[in-house]
Protein backbone atom coordinates (compact mmCIF):
# COMPACT_ATOMS: atom_id res chain seq x y z
CA UNK A 1 0.00 0.00 0.00
CA UNK A 2 1.21 3.11 -0.83
CA UNK A 3 1.06 6.03 0.94
CA UNK A 4 0.48 9.51 -0.16
CA UNK A 5 2.40 12.86 1.32
CA UNK A 6 0.87 16.00 0.90
CA UNK A 7 3.31 18.97 2.23
CA UNK A 8 1.70 21.83 3.11
CA UNK A 9 3.21 24.97 2.71
CA UNK A 10 2.78 27.49 5.33
CA UNK A 11 3.04 31.32 4.36
CA UNK A 12 4.75 33.23 6.61
CA UNK A 13 2.74 36.68 7.26
CA UNK A 14 5.34 38.90 6.10
CA UNK A 15 4.65 43.16 7.27
CA UNK A 16 3.90 45.55 4.58
CA UNK A 17 7.02 47.34 5.45
CA UNK A 18 9.07 43.77 4.38
CA UNK A 19 6.73 43.68 1.65
CA UNK A 20 6.95 46.71 -0.11
CA UNK A 21 11.17 46.10 0.61
CA UNK A 22 11.47 43.03 -0.83
CA UNK A 23 9.60 44.30 -3.66
CA UNK A 24 11.53 47.48 -4.30
CA UNK A 25 14.35 45.08 -3.45
CA UNK A 26 13.39 42.22 -6.39
CA UNK A 27 13.02 45.25 -8.83
CA UNK A 28 16.44 46.25 -8.48
CA UNK A 29 17.77 43.09 -8.95
CA UNK A 30 15.76 41.91 -11.61
CA UNK A 31 15.04 44.59 -13.50
CA UNK A 32 18.25 44.56 -15.53
CA UNK A 33 17.15 40.23 -16.20
CA UNK A 34 13.83 41.18 -17.85
CA UNK A 35 15.12 44.37 -20.20
CA UNK A 36 18.00 41.49 -21.62
CA UNK A 37 15.29 39.37 -22.34
CA UNK A 38 13.04 41.71 -23.65
CA UNK A 39 14.90 43.67 -25.65
CA UNK A 40 17.24 40.41 -26.42
CA UNK A 41 14.18 38.75 -27.88
CA UNK A 42 13.19 41.33 -30.44
CA UNK A 43 13.79 39.73 -33.56
CA UNK A 44 13.06 36.38 -32.14
CA UNK A 45 9.55 34.37 -32.77
CA UNK A 46 10.68 32.46 -29.67
CA UNK A 47 7.92 32.56 -26.83
CA UNK A 48 9.09 34.49 -23.50
CA UNK A 49 5.83 34.68 -21.81
CA UNK A 50 6.92 31.65 -19.43
CA UNK A 51 10.70 33.02 -18.76
CA UNK A 52 8.86 36.94 -18.31
CA UNK A 53 6.38 35.60 -15.71
CA UNK A 54 8.79 33.96 -13.95
CA UNK A 55 11.14 36.99 -13.76
CA UNK A 56 8.05 39.61 -13.03
CA UNK A 57 6.03 37.04 -10.40
CA UNK A 58 3.46 39.20 -8.21
CA UNK A 59 5.96 42.02 -8.38
CA UNK A 60 4.22 45.32 -9.51
CA UNK A 61 7.00 47.67 -9.98
CA UNK A 62 8.32 44.69 -12.59
CA UNK A 63 4.91 44.25 -13.84
CA UNK A 64 5.06 47.57 -14.91
CA UNK A 65 8.47 47.37 -16.57
CA UNK A 66 7.32 44.83 -18.56
CA UNK A 67 4.42 47.08 -19.71
CA UNK A 68 7.78 49.82 -20.52
CA UNK A 69 10.07 47.17 -22.06
CA UNK A 70 7.45 45.39 -24.27
CA UNK A 71 6.26 49.16 -25.75
CA UNK A 72 9.89 49.96 -25.97
CA UNK A 73 10.14 46.50 -27.73
CA UNK A 74 7.45 47.87 -30.32
CA UNK A 75 8.87 51.15 -30.98
CA UNK A 76 12.32 50.03 -32.00
CA UNK A 77 10.42 47.39 -34.23
CA UNK A 78 8.62 50.28 -35.55
CA UNK A 79 11.91 52.12 -36.36
CA UNK A 80 12.56 49.31 -37.95
CA UNK A 81 10.05 49.60 -40.28
CA UNK A 82 10.33 53.09 -41.29
CA UNK A 83 14.14 52.19 -41.93
CA UNK A 84 12.76 49.39 -44.01
CA UNK A 85 10.47 51.59 -45.67
CA UNK A 86 12.98 54.30 -46.55
CA UNK A 87 15.33 52.19 -48.26
CA UNK A 88 12.65 50.71 -50.35
CA UNK A 89 11.85 54.08 -51.35
CA UNK A 90 15.21 54.37 -52.41
CA UNK A 91 15.36 51.86 -54.25
CA UNK A 92 11.76 52.38 -56.37
CA UNK A 93 13.56 55.67 -57.10
CA UNK A 94 16.49 54.18 -58.55
CA UNK A 95 14.27 51.90 -60.25
CA UNK A 96 12.18 54.63 -61.48
CA UNK A 97 15.15 56.60 -63.25
CA UNK A 98 16.10 53.78 -65.28
CA UNK A 99 12.38 52.96 -66.30
CA UNK A 100 13.20 55.97 -68.25
CA UNK A 101 15.25 54.04 -70.74
CA UNK A 102 12.27 51.30 -71.66
CA UNK A 103 11.73 52.15 -75.22
CA UNK A 104 8.35 51.51 -75.43
CA UNK A 105 6.21 54.23 -74.33
CA UNK A 106 3.09 52.26 -73.20
CA UNK A 107 5.54 49.92 -71.22
CA UNK A 108 7.19 52.91 -69.66
CA UNK A 109 4.38 55.08 -68.57
CA UNK A 110 2.94 51.86 -67.00
CA UNK A 111 5.87 51.16 -65.27
CA UNK A 112 6.55 54.55 -63.69
CA UNK A 113 3.22 54.91 -63.02
CA UNK A 114 3.15 51.64 -60.73
CA UNK A 115 6.90 53.19 -59.38
CA UNK A 116 5.14 56.32 -58.22
CA UNK A 117 2.13 54.68 -56.84
CA UNK A 118 4.61 52.85 -54.88
CA UNK A 119 6.30 55.27 -53.56
CA UNK A 120 3.49 57.19 -52.48
CA UNK A 121 2.01 54.16 -50.32
CA UNK A 122 5.35 53.85 -48.94
CA UNK A 123 5.41 57.65 -48.22
CA UNK A 124 2.20 57.00 -46.67
CA UNK A 125 3.08 54.04 -44.24
CA UNK A 126 6.40 55.91 -43.17
CA UNK A 127 4.13 58.70 -42.05
CA UNK A 128 1.93 56.12 -39.97
CA UNK A 129 4.53 54.81 -38.48
CA UNK A 130 5.84 58.23 -37.84
CA UNK A 131 2.65 58.72 -35.44
CA UNK A 132 2.87 55.55 -33.72
CA UNK A 133 6.13 56.01 -33.07
CA UNK A 134 5.32 59.67 -31.15
CA UNK A 135 2.33 57.82 -29.40
CA UNK A 136 4.64 54.88 -28.28
CA UNK A 137 7.02 57.87 -26.80
CA UNK A 138 4.29 59.22 -25.12
CA UNK A 139 3.08 55.78 -23.54
CA UNK A 140 6.91 54.85 -22.67
CA UNK A 141 7.21 58.78 -20.64
CA UNK A 142 3.79 58.60 -18.77
CA UNK A 143 4.55 54.80 -17.94
CA UNK A 144 8.64 55.69 -17.31
CA UNK A 145 6.43 58.70 -14.72
CA UNK A 146 3.90 56.03 -13.34
CA UNK A 147 6.94 53.86 -12.40
CA UNK A 148 8.89 56.31 -10.67
CA UNK A 149 5.62 57.59 -8.65
CA UNK A 150 4.98 54.23 -7.71
CA UNK A 151 8.93 53.81 -6.13
CA UNK A 152 8.77 56.91 -4.80
CA UNK A 153 4.74 56.44 -3.02
CA UNK A 154 6.47 53.43 -1.68
CA UNK A 155 9.72 54.59 -0.12
CA UNK A 156 7.72 57.22 1.37
CA UNK A 157 5.07 54.47 2.34
CA UNK A 158 8.27 52.79 3.98
CA UNK A 159 9.85 55.40 5.96
CA UNK A 160 6.45 56.00 7.76
CA UNK A 161 6.07 52.43 8.59
CA UNK A 162 9.76 52.54 9.94
CA UNK A 163 8.85 55.73 11.70
CA UNK A 164 4.91 54.39 13.36
CA UNK A 165 5.56 53.84 16.85
CA UNK A 166 3.46 50.36 16.50
CA UNK A 167 6.28 49.02 14.29
CA UNK A 168 7.87 45.96 16.06
CA UNK A 169 9.73 44.34 13.13
CA UNK A 170 13.12 44.81 12.24
CA UNK A 171 13.80 46.09 8.29
Not at 81 to 110: C, F, G, Q
Request: aromatic share 4%.
Amino acid sequence: MFIKRFVKYIKEEVSKGEQIQADIREFQQKKGNLENLIMGNLDSDKDISKNIIDIVGENQFLNKLNTILNLRKSLVKTEMKIKDASEKVSNMKRDLSMVSSIEDEADRDKQSKRLEEDIKDEGEKSKEYKNNIKELELKISESDNEIKVMLSEKKKMLDEIKRSPYNDSQF
